[in-house]
T-cell receptor, first 110, second 114 residues
Framework: QKEVEQNSGPLSVPEGAIASLNCTYSDRGSQSFFWYRQYSGKSPELIMSIYSNGDKEDGRFTAQLNKASQYVSLLIRDSQPSDSATYLCAVREGNNRLAFGKGNQVVVIP | EAQVTQNPRYLITVTGKKLTVTCSQNMNHEYMSWYRQDPGLGLRQIYYSMNVEVTDKGDVPEGYKVSRKEKRNFPLILESPSPNQTSLYFC?????????????FGQGTRLTVV
C-alpha cells in the first residue's frame, strides 16, 4: 500500500516565526500534492496545491516539491495564533485516490 | 453556496442497529468519497464513487456500504454497526477524481457505537 508520511509530534513555534512541515510519499508516479489545514473537530480545508517541482507561494504559505526525492514541504511564514491547527499532507495516487498523511499539529505560541 | 452537506453531525447508536449517514453536494461533482478519521491513524478512505452507479472500495471498506443513484448524493450505510466503527466520518467531493482540483469536505459526522 502506498504511504504518505509526516514526521510525528506537535510543532511549537513562537508567533512571527517560520513553521516548517515535511511529508514524504512512496508512490513515485504521484503527480498532485496538497496541503490541508484542519482545526480541531472541523473538516479539512485546502490551503495549497502543487504539481511541479520547485516552490509555490501563496501569501504566508510556501509549498515545496521534490519529486526525485519524493517529498513535499510546507512553510508558514510569520506564524499567527490562527495558524494553530493540524496540517495534512495529501497525495493523489492514480485517478481515484487521495491518500493522506496522519498530520502534523502546529501550535503557535503568542 | 458551494458545499458538501452531511447529516447527522452527531450520532450515538447501539451495536447492530442499521444506520445511514447522508452526504449531498451542490457542485455537480462527479467524484465523491467517504473517509473515517481516527486518532493516530489519520484520514482513511472507505469508499469512493467516480460517477452515478460507479462505486469502489477504498482502504477500509469492511462493514460499510454505499450507493450512488444520483450525482449529488452519496450515502454511507452501516448495516450492523460495531464499536470499532466509532469514528469521525467525512464525505468529500471533487470535480473529477482529484486531478489537480480541490476536494471539498463535508462538516463531518461524529459516530459513537455503544
Amino acid at each position: 500500500q502506498k504511504e504518505v508520511e509526516q514526521n510525528s509530534g506537535p510543532l511549537s513555534v513562537p508567533e512571527g516565526a517560520i513553521a516548517s512541515l515535511n511529508c514524504t510519499y512512496s508512490d513515485r508516479g504521484s503527480q498532485s500534492f496538497f496541503w490541508y489545514r484542519q482545526y480541531s473537530g472541523k473538516s479539512p480545508e485546502l490551503i495549497m496545491s502543487i504539481y511541479s517541482n520547485g516552490d509555490k507561494e501563496d501569501g504566508r504559505f510556501t509549498a515545496q516539491l521534490n519529486k526525485a526525492s519524493q517529498y513535499v514541504s510546507l512553510l508558514i511564514r510569520d506564524s499567527q495564533p490562527s495558524d494553530s491547527a493540524t496540517y495534512l499532507c495529501a497525495v493523489r495516487e492514480g485517478n481515484n485516490r487521495l491518500a493522506f498523511g496522519k498530520g502534523n499539529q502546529v501550535v503557535v505560541i503568542p | 453556496e458551494a458545499q458538501v452537506t452531511q447529516n447527522p453531525r452527531y450520532l450515538i447508536t447501539v451495536t447492530g442497529k442499521k444506520l445511514t449517514v447522508t452526504c449531498s453536494q451542490n457542485m455537480n461533482h462527479e467524484y465523491m468519497s467517504w473517509y473515517r478519521q481516527d486518532p493516530g491513524l489519520g484520514l482513511r478512505q472507505i469508499y469512493y464513487s467516480m460517477n452515478v452507479e460507479v462505486t469502489d472500495k477504498g482502504d477500509v471498506p469492511e462493514g460499510y456500504k454505499v450507493s450512488r443513484k444520483e450525482k449529488r448524493n452519496f450515502p454511507l450505510i452501516l448495516e450492523s454497526p460495531s464499536p470499532n466503527q466509532t469514528s469521525l466520518y467525512f464525505c468529500a467531493s471533487s470535480l473529477w477524481g482529484f486531478m489537480n482540483t480541490e476536494a471539498f469536505f463535508g462538516q463531518g459526522t461524529r459516530l459513537t457505537v455503544v
